[in-house]
C-alpha cells in the first residue's frame, strides 16, 4: 500500500481531528484523484478520507454495516461539511497488491476467489444498500448519455472493441441483472486487506450493497490481469469461486456496461 510522509495544515481539517493529527506521523495514501486518504500512524493506526460533499455517506454506511460482519474497518467517525470526512480504524495487514503476494500469483488467484465466494455467501438482510443494480444502471445510463466512456480497460478477453457495441450489449442484457448476493462493488487487489495470507478485511466499500454476482467476479479477473500482466491465472479463479455460478456471457455484460462506469 503506497504511503507517502506528508505534513497538513490542521486549519483544513475539522477541529475534532486535531488531537488526533497534531502528534502523529502522517502519510498519504491514496489511489484515486477522486479522494484524499491519509493514513495516522498512532495507536494502531487510522485513515482518514476526504471526497466532495456527499460522496462518502454510502461509504460510511456500508463499511459500518460490513465491520458488523467481521469484514472491515471499524467507522470511527463520518461527517458532510464543506467536504466529506471518513475516519476508520487501520485493519491489519496489507493490500493483496503487496510484493509477498503477488510472488505467488496462483495462490494469490484462488484466494480471491476463495474470498469472494465466501463474501457472496453472506446474508444480506439489513444491508444499507439493497439494490445496488438499480444504482449502478442509472450510472451506466446516465454516462452514455453524456458521452462519457472509455472502451480501453474492457476489451481484453471480453471483447468489446467500441463505444457502440458495448451499449448494445448492455441494451439487449440489462433484463438480467440480479440481486442476489452481497458485493463488494470494486473487487480489487488493492481493496482486500491480508496479513501473512489470513484475510483482515476489505476496504473501499462504497459501491457495494446487494446485486449480481458477476460484478465482482469481473472486477476479481480483470484486477488479476492487471496487476499481474496476464490473463494466465483467471481459469485458477474461475475453477476457485465455482464455475457453476459463473455465466460466461454475463462477464461480457458487465464489461459492456463498466465501459461508461
Not at 28 to 53: F, H, M, N, Q, W
Not at 141 to 154: C, V
Not at 197 to 217: P, S, T
Not at 224 to 241: E, G, I, S, V
Request: hydrophobic share 40%; charged share 25%; proline share 3%.
Amino acid at each position: 500500500m503506497k504511503r507517502t510522509a506528508i505534513t497538513v495544515d490542521l486549519t483544513q481539517y475539522p477541529t475534532a481531528y486535531h488531537r488526533l493529527l497534531c502528534d502523529a506521523s502522517l502519510y498519504d495514501s491514496s489511489c484515486s484523484p477522486e479522494a484524499r486518504v491519509i493514513y495516522v500512524e498512532k495507536d494502531e493506526g487510522y485513515y482518514l478520507k476526504t471526497a466532495p460533499k456527499g460522496s462518502l455517506r454510502q461509504e460510511a454506511e456500508l463499511t459500518a454495516w460490513f465491520f458488523q460482519k467481521g469484514l472491515a474497518a471499524e467507522v470511527l467517525d463520518y461527517r458532510s461539511e464543506v467536504c466529506d470526512w471518513l475516519l476508520t480504524t487501520r485493519v491489519p495487514g496489507e493490500d493483496a497488491t503487496d510484493a509477498c503476494y503477488l510472488a505467488e500469483p496462483r495462490r494469490l488467484a484462488v484466494t480471491m476467489a476463495t474470498l469472494l465466494r465466501t463474501l457472496h455467501e453472506v446474508e444480506v438482510d439489513g444491508c444499507p444498500v439493497p439494490d445496488r443494480m438499480a444504482e449502478y444502471c442509472r450510472t451506466v445510463e446516465a454516462n452514455y448519455h453524456a458521452g462519457a466512456g472509455d472502451i480501453s480497460l474492457f476489451s481484453g478477453c471480453w471483447g468489446v472493441t467500441t463505444l457502440e457495441e458495448a451499449w448494445a450489449i448492455y441494451e439487449k442484457g440489462k433484463e438480467t441483472f440480479r440481486r442476489e448476493v452481497l458485493l463488494h462493488g470494486d473487487y480489487c487487489l488493492p481493496n482486500i486487506i491480508l496479513d501473512n495470507w489470513r484475510f483482515r478485511g476489505f476496504i473501499d466499500l462504497g459501491n457495494g450493497g446487494v446485486g449480481d454476482r458477476h460484478v465482482d467476479i469481473f472486477w476479481g479477473l480483470w484486477t488479476l490481469q492487471f496487476n499481474l500482466h496476464t490473463d494466465r491465472y483467471r481459469n485458477d479463479f474461475l475453477d476457485a469461486y465455482g464455475r457453476d455460478r459463473v455465466e460466461e456471457d454475463k462477464l461480457t455484460l458487465i464489461a459492456a456496461a463498466e465501459v461508461f462506469g
